[in-house]
Each structure stands twice: as C-alpha cells, then as structure tokens.
C-alpha cells in the first residue's frame, strides 16, 4: 500500500448522518471477489431509485472524479466489514472528513490508506455549505492535520500512530514488523528469566 503525506482532489458533500457499513456495501455483494473491484458497489443502494436506476438526485452520481467526502454524523457505524473501506478506496476515496466515524470502521480506514479526518461539526457544516452547489479542489496535508478548501482552512484530528501508518503506507503487520528487535530482546530475556515457560526454545 502507498503511502501519502498531501492529497489534492475534489471535494464533495455527502451531507447524511448515520452512514452505515452495511449502506457502504450491502452484504450481498461481499461473496465478490476483491480482484474485481468493489468501487462499483459503493453506496449502491443510496444511489438507485425504486426502479434500480441511478437517481440524478444523488450527489455522487452528479459528479465524476471525487477523492474527498464531507459527510455527516458517524460515519462507517454498524457491522465491522472492511469491504465498506474497500469500495470507497476503490472508488478512489482517499478521505472522509465528518465530526464522528464508527470505530472499527475508521481503524480499517487507516489500514488501507484513507484517511477519517474527525472535524468539528460546525466546521463540518461550514464546508458543507461551501460544497452545496458544486465540488470543489481541496488540498490535505496529513503532516499538519491541515484541509484547505477554497478560502476555508482548518485542522483535523488524527491519532499520531495513524498519520505514521498512513504517511508510510503501513498496516498493522507492517507497524508491528517496525519492533522486530525490541520483540526479539525482550523474547530472549523471558527465556533466560523463565525458562521453564518455554516447551521449546525460541529460534
């Protein structure tokens, strides 16, 4: 996975509250294989009307290219499926700005490179307003906790050990892998400590 420090795209409200996993994704399109892309399932049934058609009503469907969302109330609540993170990612999400996100949801984010950027709701609602009409470029800068759009600038929150994973493209393996001599030391001086709680000794 790649890692990223700035992100520039564009920017648009999707201003819903309570977005659940299961509104990501529905479940019965999870049995496809992730090879084949789950971008086209994003939102799917938000997006479609009583008669399965695309409703122009939708603001995702009135706009092509869109890498950054603004969006309401605890965003990515419900189940723990990391599928919702995948079809935003492979709709080519690389953020979701909102005041509130599920938890599990927004640790799968950070495994796979988008970025929960938990906002204050006023400022959520001042961006909103700036998006009503139309899109607009937008700027993200995960060094600073920085998102710059239009003459709006403002700071997000961002755990310190998330902005790591995200800037090096790392998951919880390879963040893991980063201790390997700390875990190697400290195994080695448990088995000299306590022997007896080793069946066999470590390699």
Same mark, same amino acid.
């Given at each position: ?36 892309? /789950?971008?086209? /399932? ?43 993170? /995948? ?117």
């Amino acid at each position: 996975m790649a890692g990223w420090s700035t992100q520039q795209g564009q920017a648009l409200a999707l201003a819903f509250d309570n977005i659940d996993t299961d509104q990501l994704i529905p479940a019965r399109f999870m049995s496809v294989p992730r090879s084949e892309g /789950y971008g086209r /399932y994003l939102l799917h049934d938000m997006r479609r009307d009583d008669k399965e058609q695309m409703s122009a009503d939708f603001p995702l469907n009135r706009h092509e290219g869109i890498s950054i969302l603004v969006a309401g109330h605890n965003f990515g609540s419900g189940s723990s499926r990391e599928a919702a993170v /995948y079809a935003l990612v492979d709709a080519g999400i690389r953020a979701v700005i909102a005041p509130s996100f599920g938890d599990i949801f927004a640790n799968n984010a950070i495994n796979n490179g988008l970025l929960p950027a938990r906002v204050d709701a006023e400022k959520v609602a001042q961006l909103q307003q700036a998006l009503k009409d139309a899109p607009c470029l937008a700027s993200i800068d995960l060094t600073e906790s920085r998102l710059t759009l239009g003459d709006i600038t403002l700071t997000f929150e961002l755990d310190e050990g998330w902005r790591v994973k995200l800037i090096n493209g790392w998951d919880d393996i390879d963040l893991t892998q980063q201790h390997t001599q700390a875990i190697s030391a400290h195994r080695d001086n448990r088995n000299k400590a306590a022997p007896w709680a080793w069946p066999n000794k470590p390699e």
